[in-house]
Structures are given as C-alpha cells and as structure tokens.
C-alpha cells in the first residue's frame, strides 16, 4: 500500500498543477508560443551550466569531511546519480551516490553523511535566497500575496501532498536516519572553513539561478519586476518543492507554487507558461548534462619517433 501511494505522488502533484491552473493553459500555451527564443535558448544554456557547477560542489563537501577526490569524478558521480532519477525504474536517487561512492574512494558512511551536510547547506542557500530577495525587494511578494478561490484549492492540495508525503515516507524514522548519516562525523576530522566556501558556491549558485528565472520571465514579458522579487520567488518555490518529501524534484508542486507566487505580479496564463517553461528547461539541461557525462574523448594516439618534435637523432 505504502509503494502505491508513493508511486502515486507524482502523479497526484501534477495533477495539482491542473486542477489549479487547467483552465489557464489554452492561455499558457499562446504564450509560450510567442516567447521570446533567445531567451529561451539563453536559459537553457545558463541552466546547463548552472547543473554542471551545482554538481561539482559535491566535492567541496566531500573536502570539507576530509575526502579529497577530483571535482570531475565527482561531478559526474553526482550528475548521475541525480538525474537518472528521472528514468523509469526507480532505481537510480538521492542514495545512489552512497551506492556508487566507493568508486572515486569515498566509503559509504562519509558519502552518506555528505548528503546530509550537502542538504543542510543547500536549504539553507535556498532560505537565504528567499530572505535577501523579500528583504532586497521591500518585502513586495508578501505584499501582493492575496488568496483568491483558486488559489485556496491549491494551497490546500498542495498541505495534504506535504502531509502525506511525510507521514508515509518520514514519520519516526527522520531522527535516526540523521543519526546513522551523521554518525562518521565524530571520526571524521571536519574542516569548517571548507564548508563555508561549499555554502557560499551555493548561495551563489541560487543567486545565478535566479537570475535565469528573471531572464526566462524576460521571453514572455518585457516589462516586469526587480530581480530581488524572482529572487525571493525562486527561494519560496524551491523550498515549497523540497518538501514535498515523496514528488521526485517537487515536479508539479513546484510549479504549483510558483504560477501561484508568480500570478500576483504578471497575468496569470503568463504565471503558468513560466512555471512550466522553466520546468522543461530544466529536465532538458539535465538530461543534456546526463549525456555529456556518458561521452568519451577519444584516446590520444601513442607517440612515436616520427612525430614532430619527438623525434631524436
């Protein structure tokens, strides 16, 4: 039963996505339609840069544990592991790179607690974001949030996803798993300064991120809100996606969520097409970066004595 319903999740999230916002998509769709395309490819472009830097933090987090291992051998372990969760079969995740650590020298008990600390520093990156953004636009997104009919039914979908979500895949077993990850740290001689700089790759990261999203809303808008704004948006709809514990990526609670905080700003139909627009252009730059990471350079052709500049005499 249990297997069931976490199946069910993604389905149900997007399903939230077009209760909510189903009538909007004829809308939506005109408008992506006349999106601007050079934005478009230029976020696409950002975003594949974006997932490649964000993955190679990994190592920075391994270092500050301890563990030096080269930033490309972690970045493609992570960029993996990460995104094949996207491929049918569910057996690729978030503890895949556990699984898989011991291939670039990392033991499975300090893979499993660089999860955890690259978690905590990712959330708190994210919350950071949304804080500077509400603080740098005048707290203007609190100030245009309003609750209309719609947008009650969706909040309301969006707490029962949460809650279920946790009390099927969290419950009492939070405390210990965070034990058990946690538990090499005690053996491990932790560089904080090290972390630090991992925390400040990502904050910057979200910074960047933001700013794709503010370039993306430049495609079908040219006339818009500050920077601080999508700022604090982006912030917000991460963190409303993360904890839908149970939706792979928060892939339709996310964009639930930013429609939502979007829409109090620009048109509706408009909310919507940057939402998912900005969904697509982030599966494409993964699976982009995915393929990249099965690409092999062509082996460098031995030399010899009659190649120039080898040769003696």
């Given at each position: 039963m249990k297997?069931?319903i976490k199946?069910?999740?993604?389905l149900?999230?997007i399903?939230?996505?077009?209760?909510?916002?189903?009538?909007?998509l004829?809308?939506a769709?005109d408008?992506?339609?006349?999106?601007?395309?050079s934005?478009?490819?230029?976020v696409l472009?950002?975003l594949i840069?974006?997932t490649?830097?964000n993955?190679s933090?990994?190592q920075?987090?391994?270092?500050?544990?301890?563990?030096h291992?080269?930033?490309a051998?972690a970045?493609?372990?992570w960029?993996r592991?990460?995104?094949?969760k996207?491929?049918?079969?569910g057996?690729?995740g978030?503890?895949s790179?556990v699984?898989?650590?011991p291939e670039?020298g990392?033991?499975r008990?300090v893979a499993?607690?660089?999860?955890?600390?690259?978690l905590?520093?990712?959330?708190?990156a994210w919350?950071?974001?949304?804080l500077l953004?509400?603080f740098g636009s005048g707290?203007?997104?609190?100030?245009l949030?309003?609750?209309?009919?719609s947008?009650?039914?969706?909040?309301?979908?969006a707490?029962?996803l949460?809650i279920?979500?946790?009390?099927?895949?969290?419950r009492?077993?939070l405390?210990?798993?965070l034990?058990?990850r946690?538990a090499?740290?005690?053996e491990?001689?932790?560089?904080?300064?090290?972390l630090?700089?991992a925390?400040?790759?990502?904050?910057?990261l979200c910074?960047?991120?933001?700013?794709?999203?503010?370039l993306?809303v430049?495609?079908f808008l040219?006339?818009t809100?500050?920077?601080?704004?999508?700022?604090?948006?982006d912030g917000?709809?991460?963190?409303?996606?993360?904890?839908?514990?149970g939706?792979?990526?928060?892939?339709g609670v996310?964009?639930a969520?930013?429609?939502?905080?979007?829409g109090?700003?620009?048109p509706?139909?408009?909310?919507v097409?940057?939402?998912?627009?900005w969904?697509?252009?982030q599966?494409?730059?993964?699976m982009l970066?995915l393929?990249?990471?099965?690409l092999?350079?062509?082996?460098?052709?031995p030399?010899?004595?009659l190649?120039?500049g080898?040769?003696?005499?």
């Amino acid at each position: 039963m249990k297997t069931r319903i976490k199946k069910l999740m993604p389905l149900l999230a997007i399903g939230l996505l077009l209760i909510g916002f189903g009538s909007q998509l004829p809308a939506a769709a005109d408008a992506i339609a006349q999106a601007k395309v050079s934005n478009l490819l230029l976020v696409l472009a950002g975003l594949i840069v974006y997932t490649i830097l964000n993955a190679s933090v990994w190592q920075d987090v391994l270092a500050g544990l301890g563990r030096h291992v080269g930033r490309a051998a972690a970045t493609r372990l992570w960029i993996r592991s990460e995104v094949m969760k996207w491929l049918p079969g569910g057996i690729w995740g978030y503890a895949s790179r556990v699984v898989k650590a011991p291939e670039i020298g990392v033991g499975r008990q300090v893979a499993g607690a660089s999860l955890v600390v690259e978690l905590l520093l990712t959330i708190t990156a994210w919350g950071t974001l949304f804080l500077l953004g509400l603080f740098g636009s005048g707290s203007q997104l609190l100030g245009l949030v309003t609750l209309p009919e719609s947008s009650l039914i969706i909040a309301g979908a969006a707490a029962l996803l949460v809650i279920t979500g946790l009390a099927f895949q969290v419950r009492g077993r939070l405390a210990g798993v965070l034990r058990d990850r946690l538990a090499p740290l005690r053996e491990i001689s932790c560089k904080p300064l090290l972390l630090i700089r991992a925390f400040a790759f990502y904050l910057g990261l979200c910074v960047f991120h933001a700013a794709l999203l503010n370039l993306l809303v430049l495609a079908f808008l040219p006339e818009t809100e500050g920077f601080t704004f999508f700022a604090s948006v982006d912030g917000m709809a991460w963190l409303i996606g993360f904890f839908a514990i149970g939706v792979p990526g928060g892939i339709g609670v996310r964009e639930a969520g930013m429609a939502w905080l979007l829409g109090q700003a620009m048109p509706l139909p408009e909310a919507v097409a940057i939402a998912v627009s900005w969904r697509v252009a982030q599966l494409a730059a993964e699976m982009l970066v995915l393929g990249g990471t099965f690409l092999r350079c062509p082996a460098k052709r031995p030399r010899t004595c009659l190649d120039g500049g080898s040769a003696t005499l």
